[in-house]
């Protein structure tokens, strides 16, 4: 397996993590070297019969339609990097103006 | 004694850790474990865990105290509400003496990914506690406190147990809400306990265990984790030899420790049988799978918009804001894994790696299974293959770092209850030994434990 | 020659819960901004989703409405997509197991006739929050309030042959989803919200031209007009030899015209995988069964009763069954005693504008059904009883009769002979000439007295009953 760097830097650009040029080949390496010691499940045949795992229960509980949202402690305003008038705020999004 | 002499007592053992060095706890003070004693103190005595300190582990939150995940993402954060398990460790009297160090966002296994520092091995500062709860495990072995809360996703409490010499439980998947414990692999992560013996973290787990209603992978259908009866003996007990877990090149020591348990075992009147669970060498790779896929998604709301740390990019919109928030705020370990899981998860990709991890996890869950299905009690394994090792030594090699959990790990992709036993020491380092229960059978593997553990001490304690 | 549109359409509905999809937070619309939020629609780290029953209860009665086949077990997926209205950066939706498949409706297309065009599928998932781009200069503000309220998405066949029928499957879709009390279907609200694919094709080709999604679409008409414009850019496009590039567009209301916002080469990958929080949803027949049962009759089906059992023409039982409020109080005047035609005639006459400025009938049916029989027993006249029923005392809760209001608005017609005797000495004796011109053999002169009559009574007078008296009075003397 070799992927390269326009890979991880694409994969880096859908996961939205910048990636600094300096430690981009280390990371290459890395990211080459747990994607072949993964890879090594293809030695099991993928015809492998078995009945699906789920870890949890086997049924999703539901709720009863009630409004009981579990409190806040502090609100939204103490928690946020930039708030005002009760909004979060980010900087605008030129493509986003038109939705 | 009352819960304020408790407190004051915690404080001083915190604060000789802290000058010790071993870079243990994360958030503590005195001011906060007085409060926790007053209320304590105002409570009826006679709660199970009445005036007990327990340190947490900094992925679950409290809101009298930050909860970082040993992150600079989120330096600085306090929860606004109260992990299901603190709620039902405070109800039952317990008193939360500090948030402890660990790898971030539990991810490693030395304590060494930590955005503010490494985790000191209580008898060795050179040496990793293990991890990637290896503050709490640490703390518990230093004699702070009498247990911790950690948490699991791939072996991250009894890892970090057998390192320290002390108890390590996971439980049963579904046996303790979630609610509250900072998603790292959803369908693995599981709240679990250390204790100085059995019979600590039995308590504490029987406090924390149970259905809960804001979490929906509990299982409400389960009884209640009953208080392991007493043994004397261990007679009419089977406890299965998995081959695979006895490798020819396993660490002496290891094997040394190994050795006692089974002699133990015999002596105390249990049958020992040999299985194979052919799987489980797949299920590290497997784990690097499905854990970074699930993190992918767990990390991504760490975006800088409504809580944490946000980093402005030169560009200066969302999508700099974005990449410079979470380039800059994740460790490199948790970015590796982030962009490994959003890679298995990418078009073309999925069938390859995540749908064939869903099938190799199945493979694995179905050995155990049918190896208990076979009349065996219990499985028992080495917990780790290897003693502590040394700081520095897997830092730059992820892969070797992933092998340190290699009996660990299975046992997480099966959802099953397990536990790591002080059995002796190698060099002064201490050598855990695992067993291995079916589903929801913890009461068993903690009876057992208590009775190997009574006959083991010594050897457990002796430097 | 001859150009084929094709269109398929995805419609999103919130469901008419009062509690949000994964959590206990209201879903009241307009309140403060971020103060219907907890940990979980946050996106807070620990924090964990529980499906609501409701929701899944109005889903699946949306499926059931619509044909579908509710599947006995889905998986809920996790969407995954940075946004900055996506609390934990990605929506927990359905996706490769949705929660009903394979339904249909029917419908009147403008172009065709009776049409069936198929439903794909309907899934749940949960809406993102809102953006606010013109408060902050420079900044986009985040409100949360709506994140995490449950929605059904409803995925068409690309069965749809113009705009004009796109617009025909929505308004029928609305029909059925309120009528089932699944969704209030407020576009002003965002309760229903669209999206379209289109593509053109030459009449004739089996083949599907290149499609792109249109979104944006914030009314019916804009629909319409949207996809009107699409389909006219790619016509233009193929015509003059080029060719169309998979996109998704954005229809812009001021302009009518469509914009591009990104091309298949950017389009996202949204890395769907089950939610690992979520066990399946696993739906026994039983349950199934019990939503089926808990439809209300649908609007198609209400129209042929009402046409069959109270002999309404098509028209009148299309028109009272496209609304259930007023099928229900057409019903309870009818049920009340009326004659079931007249009842028609004033629920879409005099009820329905009333029902359309304030979405509700004032006049409880059994005031209506007795203002009815008192048009039929001529104690009324029909201009008469109009007054009656736009009169404040009608609705008033402590009237007990119509009868009532009439009489004491002075508007009962009186078709007793002797009053009636009264009134036409009165008219004879002021209209000489008329009565000599009559008696000379103008008997047409008959419809002039009649209406001297009811100008006198001013009303009241019974016309059928004026005429005999009248008569009998000019040939007797």
Known sequence: MNIGPDVVLHVAKLAEIGVDDR??????????SIVDYVAQLDDVPSTAKVEPFLAGPPATPLREDAVNPVPLARPPAALAPE?????????RHGAMEDL | MSATAVARETGARLAKAEADGLNATLHWSQAALDAEAARVDALPAGGALHAVPIAVKDNIVTTDAPTTCASRILEGYV??????AIERLRAAGAMIACKANLD??????????????????????????GGSSGGSAALVAAGVVPAALGSETGGSVRQPASFCGVVGVKPSYGRVSRYGLVAFGSSLDCISVFGKTVDDATRV??????????????????????????RADLKGLKVGLPKEYFPANLHPGVRAGLDRVIKALKELGAELKAVSLPYSKYAVPTYYIIAPAEAAANLARYDGVRYGVRKVGPEGDIRALYSATRGEGFGAEVRRRILVGTYVLSAGYYDAYYRKAQTVRALVAQDFKRAFGTGVDLLLTPTTPTPPFKAGEKTDDPVQMYLADIFVCPVNLAGLPALSLPVGRDGGLPIGAQLIAPDFEEARMLGVAAALERVLRPAAEVR | MAWETVIGLEVHVQLLTRSKMFCGCSTAFGDPPNTNVCPVCLGLPGALPVPNAQAMRLAARAALALGCTVQPRSVFARKNYFYPDLPKGYQISQFDEPLAVRGSLEFESPDRGRIRCGVTRLHVEEDAGKLIHDRFPGKTAVDLNRAGTPLAEIVSEPDIRSPAEARAYLTTL???????????????????RVDANVSVRRAGDPNLGTKCEVKNLNSFANVERALEAERERQVALLESGGRVVQSTLLFNAGTGQVKLLRSKEESHDYRYFPDPDLPPLVLGKAWIEEQRAALPELPEAKRDRLAQKYGLPAYDARVLAGDRVIADYFEAVAAAGADPKAAAHWVMGDAMTGYNETGRFAVPPARLAELIGLVAGNVLSLQAAKKVFASPGLPDPSTTSTLAVATSMGLTQVSDTGALGGWVDEVLRANPKEVERYRAGEVKLIAFFVGQVMKTSRGKADPKGVQPVLVERLNGK
């Open chain 2, 205 to 230: 787990l029987r406090v924390i265990s149970g259905p809960d209603p804001l979490d929906a992978t509990t299982k409400a259908d389960r009884p209640a984790l009953e208080a392991p009866a007493p």
């Open chain 3, 174 to 192: 609305k029909q059925i989803l309120v009528y089932a009390e699944v969704s209030d279907c407020s576009m002003e609200q965002g309760s229903l």
């Open chain 1, 23 to 32: 430690e981009l080949p280390k990371l290459v390496e890395q990211f080459n």
């Open chain 1, 83 to 91: 708030f005002a008038d009760g909004f979060f705020l980010v900087p």
């Open chain 2, 79 to 84: 929860s606004p509400y109260t992990a299901t």
């Open chain 2, 104 to 129: 971030e966002f539990a991810m490693g296994s030395s304590t060494e990914h930590s955005a503010y520092g490494r985790v000191k091995h209580p008898l060795d500062p050179a040496r990793v506690p």
